[in-house]
């Protein structure tokens, strides 16, 4: 029986060029290259959080009040914004819709009412999310409402149903797990500010790590029916290091349930 | 050299199947729900880096009882028996509902195919799910856990009708909670789909009704701290052998389980058996409220995935209308009595 490693000269260097190609870096930003999993794939496992404003309003905006009941705590944040190349580009026949969303959010945002938020914005809530990663299923669970993305790595095919957290399908590029989503409904928001969208919404998300303890994070919407052209937002993720990180419950539809149906209770009789 | 090398290690890798495959045995539950148990030989499949896989899509639905019915003292039906019994489940779930009824206005649970004989179900000799004490019941209350039941009770009829307020009406019908999660884990009403997925320190229970997600991790790290409580508990899971064991601790006070107190401990073992099934197994510790700690056996099944997004609260109209009905319907009565005094 042969032994497994040939001796000769040309085998060595066949070799050496494989385990060279294996180690340089690929395109990864800044040139980081993620640990692997079992299956050969940048390892995305983990507990992560956006730290940005973006969940307030996806635009650049300066600090604003909010309901006044809630003073500072409820006050708007400043921002930088995290949409790439100016203003979020809404056909003409719909960028009304965008000013009644903002004039009522305090009462028409569907987070009030812990709904489901959506892609990409429940990427950036103010709560952290896991990674679960295999090599068929990529499971992004979401600590705010409990909310779960299955991203399936095997083509799944179109949509079987419009959902809140839409239907997607994975594939790697190199270092970048790239996202592709559609089959969402019309209901969700990008953002407290009442940045809004169509049942036609196909999303495009790039995850990418660039060093141990963040990912880039991307994603480019495209929404025909509201949308003049593609746009994108980006922003950084960040690995929670606690050393007991874990997701808690955000169970909020209780915490809603006054808000929704306290005006249907039984009043006392007279 | 390289023929003993290569030899030794095919020694070696034999020898190391035929321990994994005794443990796998080893590790069968005896009292096994099948009583003629297939003597194929099944490879445990393993994850990438490792662990038993357990990963697929599962049903626990089953037309067996938790507790062992009143007229039955055997452990376990003939296959006749058991046959019967599916057969009568699947004609009282099939009985058409009556036009203008309320089941009818509800919904025809074969319409929808959220009946149990339409989809993959585990088919059971035993009579009951419960496999200790051996007489398939819940054991006796403490004095603490009666009163307990009695005093929820008497601040439930404080509460008014279910009618009368959100907060009177069930855990389900709000989109808090169902069965399903639990744990322990039994079947909701329809749809009982789970999926299981693992990676490197975690099993992570994908939940279909409300998409509840239990993550358990493996690291041996402590739960909760005990003031902190959650709907689900805070879970913590290890292998033993071939065996996931998940002790779970922190529950609130918000779901019963069959009259536990927020102290109760739950164990669970899920062991994988065959292609097609795990024998899932919990133990419910609650000295609070039970004389003794009990436990129930129930097959889970492979079924067909995908789970679908089940947005349970988005899309939870019947609340609000049933609210509303209420007091549409006072309000009309409040009229036709106002009316009839005035005359």
Same mark, same amino acid.
Request: charged content about 25%; proline content about 16%.
């Given at each position: 029986m042969r032994m497994w490693v040939m001796c000769s000269t040309r085998a060595t260097l066949a070799v050496a060029a494989v385990l060279f190609l294996a180690v340089t870096p690929a395109a990864g930003q800044a040139g980081y290259r993620a640990p692997r999993t079992a299956d050969g794939k940048p390892n995305l496992n983990g507990i992560w959080q956006a730290f940005n404003d973006a969940n307030w309003d996806i635009e650049g905006h300066a600090a604003q009040a909010g309901?006044? /009941? #809630?003073?500072a705590i409820g006050a708007i944040p400043p921002g930088l914004g *995290? *949409?790439?190349? !100016?203003?979020?580009?809404? #056909?003409p026949a719909v960028a009304a819709k965008k000013k009644e969303n903002f004039d009522k959010r305090w009462t028409a945002d569907p987070e009030l009412k812990c709904y489901l938020p959506g892609v990409p914005r429940g990427t950036y809530m103010p709560h952290p999310f896991q990674i679960l990663q295999t090599p068929k299923y990529i499971m992004i669970v979401l600590q705010y409402a409990g909310a779960v993305r299955t991203i399936y790595? %095997? %083509?799944?095919?179109? /949509?079987p149903a419009d959902s809140w957290m839409g239907w997607s399908a994975g594939r790697w590029e190199g270092e970048t797990l790239v996202v592709d989503s559609t089959g969402f409904n019309?209901?969700?928001?990008? %953002?407290? /500010? !009442?940045?809004f969208h169509s049942d036609a919404l196909h999303v495009v998300e790039r995850f990418t790590a660039t060093s141990p303890h963040h990912l880039t994070y991307e994603a480019t919407i495209e929404d025909p029916k509201v949308f003049s052209r593609p746009w994108k937002i980006s922003m950084p993720l960040y690995r929670? #290091?606690?050393?007991? /990180?874990q997701l808690m419950e955000f169970k909020c539809v209780e915490f809603v349930e006054e808000l929704m149906y306290g005006h249907l209770r039984k009043q006392p009789s007279k | 050299m390289s023929h003993r090398y290569f030899a030794s290690v095919s020694v070696l890798a034999v020898l190391i199947a035929v321990v994994l495959f005794a443990l796998v045995l080893a590790q &069968? =539950?005896?009292?096994? &729900?099948? &009583?003629?148990?297939?003597a194929k030989t099944w490879n445990m499949p393993r994850t990438?880096?490792?662990?038993?896989d357990l990963q697929g899509f599962w049903t626990n639905a089953t037309? +067996?009882?938790l507790e062992r019915p009143k007229d039955v003292t055997k452990e376990f039906y003939t296959k006749e028996e058991a046959a019967e019994i599916e057969k009568r489940g699947a004609e009282r779930e099939s009985a058409q509902t009556v036009p203008g009824t309320i089941p009818d206005v509800h919904y025809d649970f074969t319409q929808f195919g959220l009946d149990r004989h339409q989809g993959t179900y585990a088919s059971n000799l $035993? +009579?009951?799910?419960?496999?200790?004490?051996p007489d398939g019941k819940i054991p006796p209350m403490t004095v603490e856990g009666q009163t307990r039941v009695a005093e929820r009770a008497e601040a439930r009829k404080r509460r008014?009708? =279910?009618?009368? &307020?959100?907060?009177?009406? =069930?855990l389900g019908a709000r989109c808090?909670?169902?069965?399903? =999660?639990g744990p322990p884990m039994l079947a909701p009403a329809y749809n009982s789909n789970y999926q299981i997925v693992q990676a490197p320190g975690y099993v992570m229970i994908l939940v279909e009704m409300i998409h509840d997600?239990?993550?358990?991790?493996?690291?041996?790290s402590p739960h909760l701290p005990p003031h902190i409580r959650q709907w689900m508990g805070s879970s913590r899971g290890r292998w033993e052998g071939e065996t996931l064991v998940v002790e779970t601790t922190n529950f609130t006070d918000k779901n019963p389980f $069959?009259?536990?107190?927020? +102290?109760m401990r739950v164990i669970e073992r899920f062991t994988?058996?065959?292609?097609? +099934?795990i024998v899932y197994k919990f133990t419910i510790e609650d000295p609070s409220t039970w004389t003794r700690p009990w436990s129930a056996e129930v097959p889970m099944k492979q079924t067909v995935g995908p789970l679908f997004e089940h947005a349970c609260h988005e899309g939870n109209y019947g609340l609000a209308n049933t609210l509303a009905g209420a007091r549409a319907e006072e309000k009309r009565a409040a009229e036709e009595t106002a009316k009839k005094e005035s005359r």
């Open positions: 309901p006044p /009941a #809630l003073g *995290v *949409v790439e190349g !100016g203003p979020i580009p809404y #056909l790595m %095997d %083509d799944p095919g179109p /949509a019309d209901q969700t928001w990008f %953002d407290r /500010a !009442g940045n929670r #290091l606690e050393q007991n /990180a | &069968a =539950p005896s009292g096994d &729900a099948k &009583a003629d148990a297939p990438p880096d490792g662990q038993p037309y +067996t009882p $035993r +009579t009951s799910l419960i496999v200790d004490p008014g009708g =279910p009618n009368d &307020a959100v907060q009177n009406m =069930p808090l909670i169902m069965e399903g =999660p997600v239990r993550m358990i991790p493996l690291d041996g $069959r009259g536990s107190s927020e +102290t994988r058996v065959d292609e097609d +099934t």
